[in-house]
């Protein structure tokens, strides 16, 4: 079946303005999360949901940055007044449960880049 | 504070050449360590290591855990210029007593095979 998928692929956006990046999960996974990745580093976490609400959201850097999932599938993420060092690529993944063990095998998009002018 | 350290960064090698990749950690809650390939952008899942001893193989790569040492390495035997790719490892090491998979990663390893 078809993998996690992402849009848009990139995004350029000038600093102050709003975006959304958008994440459709593997059908059937009950648990998505968030990460971002800077050039060089590993992912880090941001949100984690568990159907429909945030279970976790500790790993968002501020209130500019604000996910939802309203019907348990796919997910928004959303960053306000965009700042240069929120360039970055934004991964999601899901996993078929969110418990122990299953929780921890992750399926993974290809992500969204963004750059921040 | 739990960490993942991967080592080494980099790594540059010919095609037929033999690989090993170390991750070590300090958790205080151990459930399972995971390997993901990434090339481009989206991480590929590898492997998934639970228990100490038992290797894990797919093709040329396979990986083992250490849990009393706190380690793991993927082995990536007579290397191919497809294998170049970062290497992650990572696991739910500040999930504490948490159940859902809150992964931190590793700095990652990037590998490049030379023809």
């Known amino acids: 079946g078809a993998g996690v998928s992402q849009t848009p692929s990139n995004k350029v956006t000038e600093k102050g303005k709003y975006v959304e990046l958008r994440c459709d999960p593997i059908s059937g996974h009950t648990a998505l999360y968030w990460y971002r990745q800077s050039l060089g580093q590993g992912p880090e976490f941001l949100i984690y949901f568990q159907g429909t609400g945030a279970a976790d959201d500790s790993g968002l850097p501020n209130d500019r940055f604000f996910a939802v999932r309203p019907e348990g599938s796919v997910s928004t993420l959303k960053i306000q007044r965009t700042e240069r060092g929120d360039s970055a690529v934004y991964l999601c993944a899901s996993s078929l449960t969110n418990l122990g063990v299953g929780a921890d095998t992750q399926y993974f998009g290809p992500g969204t880049r963004l750059t921040v002018l | 504070e739990d960490k993942v350290v991967q080592s080494p960064l980099s790594l540059v090698v010919h095609e037929g050449d033999t690989v090993t990749l170390n991750c070590s950690y300090e958790v205080t809650n151990f459930r399972s360590l995971l390997w993901y390939k990434q090339e481009k952008k989206a991480p590929t899942f590898l492997f998934m290591l639970?228990?100490?001893?038992i290797e894990k193989k797919s093709g040329r790569l396979s990986s083992i855990l250490d849990k009393k040492e706190l380690f793991s390495i993927l082995n990536i035997t007579a290397t191919q210029t497809g294998d170049s790719a970062v290497y992650l490892c990572a696991g739910p090491f500040n999930a504490g007593g948490t159940s859902y998979g809150k992964l931190t990663f590793g700095q990652g390893t990037i590998l490049t095979v030379h023809p």
């Open positions: 639970t228990s100490s001893g």
